[in-house]
């Protein structure tokens, strides 16, 4: 039985400045450029401030720019200032330079970087993935000690937006260079930030740690709390339990525990532009590299039944890699999603006769051996054994192994290929479907199953570079319709979280795109 889900009132005045968070996975780096996770995100976005920063409208507002900037030169070319009195938390000045050189280093592929592909449009950022230029040529530059220089391909109409993303964040370069490339963000004493908080008592791999105040931050008198305490915490029942204590003030929880409190006094729904699936290996000798046989996996999984019964938690049936909420196409005014969703009706009949052609044309005998991969979380390991028996119970000759490992294991068998099917998220960074769509382009290092088709590619392609808005939004939804016809993913669920919120807790920014603001937080 759930105990009662009374938030505890006897918080001494010290604690009413300290906020207690959760991760639901653990923290492994907070070096920007090299990594995108969720623990690291939700982190970076309470310590560290880009140009911009997203204000309570989810709309971008100036953070080390001085100024929201229009661009010149046909939409081509951004010329930013840096805020005299910014900077970083061991006293070093904010510089042009150093977004110039976080932004170089995650497009250097010595850096082993993740990311590189929402750097389309920036300047030869293309020709960079591509092998052919150096990443020295990206097209930024500090023209001065606090002028920045932003030069495009073409025009970007979201790139105000798109430079929120924790990808684009800066690094003190002095002291990156000081405590070496390959250290940097490994650590709290490797780590120095701009934003209202800085990084303590982070070992690297510990499970807590705390946000204190950046004393030299520009905005200062803003920010009320006095420190932000991290832990993670996997298990929503635990999480409730620790709300409960007074000893979380924002617990997200999910499955039972959701389900029994959905009318709980303390309940928030937070709509995300979120999307749960499935990454599909298509590599080569790879079973699921048979069109039919994916779409045969996407046609047998029951989502309503997943999200009513096994995630219990508001979460709706995914009819598409784009989350409704996340764009209103101009040209339609239609909802992005809405208009290129497909039917997320099971049919059995037509999933065995995919599976039995698929497995005809791929010439394979006997039983598939499918593994599905995922982090350690008890919401992951619910979601894959859903799964598992879904495939099993309606599907011949197969069978399905679940291995859930923390997040460290799973993208080094994501990266090494080692899985069939791998359980992720996309959680879009900025409000546009470029964001998800992009992430399935072939050259895309995001693209774990190596979904390849140049029809997909060539279609994004032209999104990129045209400068219609009817054009660009057509792109789009062939995109998303390509995208669906060769099964390049099989999306699951649109993520909705049921967070337990402290009644006194005031002034979070939960953003639809992007990751949640703690910074302007308060006890009232």
């Known amino acids: 039985m759930l105990s009662g889900c009374g938030h505890s009132s006897g918080a001494s005045d010290q604690n009413k400045r300290t906020l207690n968070l959760m991760q639901t996975a653990t923290l492994t780096t907070l070096d920007s450029t090299n990594q995108a996770t969720l623990p690291e995100f939700n982190t970076l976005v309470n310590t560290t401030e880009g140009l911009y920063r997203l204000n309570s409208k989810d709309q971008p507002a100036p953070a080390m720019a001085t100024k929201i900037v229009k661009p010149t030169k046909n939409g081509t070319q951004y010329v930013f200032h840096i805020r005299k009195n910014a900077k970083w938390s061991n006293g070093d000045p904010v510089l042009a330079s150093d977004f110039e050189y976080a932004w170089k ?32 040529s990206l097209g930024i530059k500090a023209i001065g000690k606090r002028t920045l220089r932003i030069q495009l391909d073409h025009p970007m109409t979201y790139f105000n937006k798109l430079v929120t993303v924790p990808v684009f964040l800066p690094q003190d370069e002095t002291f990156v260079t000081k405590v070496g490339t390959d250290k940097y963000g490994t650590n709290s004493a490797t780590t120095v930030s701009n934003g209202a908080f800085k990084v303590t008592g982070w070992t690297g791999s510990n499970d807590s740690y705390v946000l204190k105040r950046n004393q030299y ?69 790879q079973p699921l590299q048979n069109k039919k046989l994916r779409q045969a996996l996407s046609l047998v999984i029951n989502r309503k039944q997943l999200t009513k019964t096994v995630l219990a938690d508001g979460s709706k049936p995914a ?33 065995r006769q995919l599976w039995t052609a698929g497995l005809k044309e791929a010439n394979i005998k006997g039983t598939v051996h499918l593994t599905l991969i995922g982090d350690d979380q008890d919401v992951t390991k619910n979601v894959a054994q859903f799964v598992q028996q879904q495939v099993q119970q309606h599907l011949s000759h197969v069978q399905v192994s679940i291995k859930n490992v923390p997040d460290k294991g799973l993208q080094s068998l994501k990266s090494s290929g080692k899985f069939a099917l791998s359980q992720w998220y996309w959680l879009a960074d900025f409000a546009d479907p470029i964001n998800y769509l992009g992430v399935l382009q072939s050259t895309n290092s995001m693209n774990s199953g190596q979904f390849n088709d140049k029809t997909y590619d060539r279609l994004l392609t032209q999104a ?15 995109a998303a319709q390509r995208l669906h016809s060769q099964a390049g993913l099989i999306p699951l669920y649109y993520v909705r979280e049921t967070h337990l919120v402290n009644h006194k807790l005031k002034g979070v920014a939960y953003h639809v795109a992007g990751e949640t603001d703690y910074t302007r937080a308060y006890f009232k």
């Open 105 to 136: 280093r995650a497009m250097n592929p010595a850096n082993k970087p993740v990311y590189t592909y929402i750097f389309s449009g920036i300047k030869n950022a293309d020709a960079i993935n591509n092998g052919k230029k150096s990443y020295k």
């Open 217 to 285: 931050y520009w905005d200062k008198q803003a920010i009320k709390l006095k420190q932000i305490r991290y832990q993670t915490v996997k298990d929503a029942n635990t999480a409730h339990n620790l709300f409960a204590d007074g000893k979380l003030d924002d617990a997200t929880i999910s499955g039972v525990t959701a389900k029994s409190l959905q009318h709980n006094a303390n309940v928030k729904h937070v709509d995300r532009a979120w999307t749960y699936y499935l990454q599909v290996n298509q590599r080569s000798g």
């Open 319 to 351: 009819s598409s890699f784009v989350s409704p909420g996340t764009a209103v196409d101009p040209t339609t005014n239609r909802d992005f999603s809405a208009e290129t969703s497909f039917s997320t009706k099971v049919d059995i009949a037509k999933a």
């Open 464 to 478: 990129n570079q045209t400068s219609s808005q009817t054009q660009y939004w057509q792109y789009l939804r062939k």
